[in-house]
């Protein structure tokens, strides 16, 4: 008997695990029908012994505390600050677009009040700020747009920047200084012997069964369980009730190249040519040495794996439906990047899966001491454990 079947051994399925476990004395199954743990996040070194992320790559950063310090219980890490240039017009230009930026492509010497004035001038004016075309067209005009996003956005989602959310141009700010830093987060690193080995970590705990290549459909009947944390696609789990929610897909074409270094940044981003978006060399995330490299380029396609829900109001509409079947599914809970269809960054999904936890040992709390009153049997888990963390409850 498992007090917990967890589906999906990604970040939120594993912090999952990891805190019912060790915070709350439960007995976990937790299934993933890939071979490996760790999610999109996993990766593993290739046959040319280079440490590659196989879903494309993730770069840690975050400005919560909280989910750094729970993070930091099982690897150390390795300060990593992500820059990428874009090829536009024959050069590489950083981005986020700032002051660099704009003096390369147009051969001026703005200073940053010089760049704030000439923002001032190009910006086209939006009242409202309805979409992601809006966004940047409304901070920097449309030529920067035009080169920096549009295609970009196009290729990444098959869809024009004009049918996507704010949010979604949202994730990259504009900068008048010379600041080259994708992000600004407080932490900003790389486990320092990858995601894996940290996700094994946590896992390694005698109240986890990993049970890997194997849908939860094909044992939800056969093992006992009281209750079950869900972190795939939302509308599978319903049987597409009400249609597909959308997800866009990539395709990995993973390289090794026969020299030390194939590109001078982690990742170079290409907006207006290619079938690809972007060339990710691991060796710059990871800091490892070696004497070749490996790289990856993504593919944006429409059918394949669910990597990203697509930010957009009737997607939405349609994820209402699905969340408010959800909220009504006695003893599942929802959580995570698919499960709860939002474009959540890792840390987000770590925040999400230990407000959840607290959330359920909250609940758990609540029955003993209720079974306890009347002294009948507790309802759910057992007894939560002395778990001296901040983050148990
Ligand atoms: P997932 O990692 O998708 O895990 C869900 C798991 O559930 C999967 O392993 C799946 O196999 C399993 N599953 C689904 N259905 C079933 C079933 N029926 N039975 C059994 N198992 C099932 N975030 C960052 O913070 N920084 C980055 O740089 C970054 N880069 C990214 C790059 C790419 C290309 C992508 C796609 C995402 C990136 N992210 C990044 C986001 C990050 O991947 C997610 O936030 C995070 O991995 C989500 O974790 P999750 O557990 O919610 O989902
Ligand atoms: N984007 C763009 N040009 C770029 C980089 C990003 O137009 O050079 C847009 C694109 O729509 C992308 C979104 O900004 O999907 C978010 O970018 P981010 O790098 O956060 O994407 P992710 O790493 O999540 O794929």
Known sequence: M?????????????????????????KVLLVDRRPHVGGNAYDHYDDAGILVHRYGPHIFHTNSDEVFAYLSRFTTWRPYEHRVLASVDRQLLPIPINLDTVNRLYGLELTSDGLEAYFRQVAEPRPQVRNSEDVVVGKVGRDLYEKFVRNYTRKQWGLDPSQLDPSVLGR???RTNRD????????????????????????????????????????QRQVRWRQMVYTGPVDEFF???????????????????????????????????????????????????HHHTSVVYEYPRAEGDPYYPIPRPENALLYQRYQALAEATPRVHFVGRLATYRYYNMDQVVGQALTLYTRLAGL??????????????????PAATADASPLTT
């Open 172 to 174: 990259i700010p504009t």
């Open 2 to 26: 498992y007090d917990y079947l967890i589906v999906g051994a990604g970040f939120a399925g594993s912090v999952m695990a990891e805190r019912l476990a060790r915070g709350s004395n439960c």
């Open 180 to 219: 080259d830093r994708y992000f600004t987060d407080k932490h900003q690193a790389m486990p320092r012997h990858g995601f894996t080995r940290m996700f094994e970590r946590m896992l390694d705990h005698p109240s986890i069964h990993v049970l890997l290549q194997t849908d939860y459909r094909d044992v």
């Open 239 to 289: 049987e597409f009730r009400f249609g597909k929610l959308p997800y866009r897909s990539l395709e990995f074409r993973h390289e090794t190249v026969a020299k030390e270094w194939h590109q001078t940044v982690a990742v170079v981003n290409h907006p207006n040519e290619h079938d690809y978006t972007r060339v990710t060399e691991f060796k710059h995330l990871t800091g490892q040495r």
């Open 364 to 381: 758990d709390r609540r029955a003993r001491e209720g079974a306890a009153r009347r002294g009948t049997l507790p309802l759910l888990l």
